[in-house]
């Protein structure tokens, strides 16, 4: 089991209810931890924050959540079902994303400061979770995965807002007419 890319169809369903947490669930969630760990290693300056289901083409509304973003040694991630976005506020934040649908690609996104979150845990259990910084960017971008979203979707068209890793591992910007404009992965549907 991979984590598929763009333009692969499947990133782009809106996603399927968990109604109750049975095995296939529970194996897709195994699946979804091991996929985001086995990514990092390959990855040296980058740290999996949070997968999408549908990232390895499970058309579920299931997303993991890394516990502690700032500890790579630290490979705990949070399952949460049905997530929704209750509310957003504060002013919008522009943050660089990146996604592992999206490879080699970052972008400078506008996100609301600040998020409340509805979802249930695998207990079924429901939470609420009031997010800000870097917790409500990364689950709004994960949501937006559930339908079919991506962050390049938030920025088209925006000629300074692409970056990429350099070898050193620093965000340098790409060359917006060169390598994104026409580029079919990302956006397939531009003629
Ligand atoms: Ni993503």
Not at 23 to 29: A, P
């Amino acid at each position: 089991m991979n984590i598929i890319t763009t333009p692969d169809p499947r990133l782009r369903t809106k996603c399927k209810k968990v109604n109750h947490v049975d095995d296939e669930v529970k194996d897709m969630i195994k699946n979804m931890i091991q996929n985001c760990l086995d990514w990092e290693k390959e990855h040296e300056f980058e740290i999996s924050a949070a997968l999408a289901a549908p990232q390895l083409g499970y058309d579920r509304r299931i997303i993991v959540v890394r516990d502690d973003m700032d500890d790579k040694e630290h490979g705990t991630f949070i399952p949460l079902l049905n997530p929704e976005v209750i509310k957003t506020e504060g002013k919008t934040l522009y943050d660089y994303e990146g996604c592992l649908s999206v490879p080699n690609i970052y972008g400078k996104v506008p996100r609301p400061a600040k998020a409340r979150i509805k979802a249930q845990t695998i207990d079924g259990q429901e939470v609420r979770i009031k997010a800000d910084g870097f917790l409500a960017r990364t689950l709004l971008h994960e949501i937006d995965h559930l339908n079919g979203i991506l962050f390049i979707d938030h920025i088209k068209g925006q000629k300074d807002a692409f970056y990429r890793l350099d070898n050193k591992g620093d965000l340098v910007p790409v060359d917006y007419d060169k390598e994104i404009a026409n580029n079919k992965d990302l956006y397939p549907d531009e003629d």
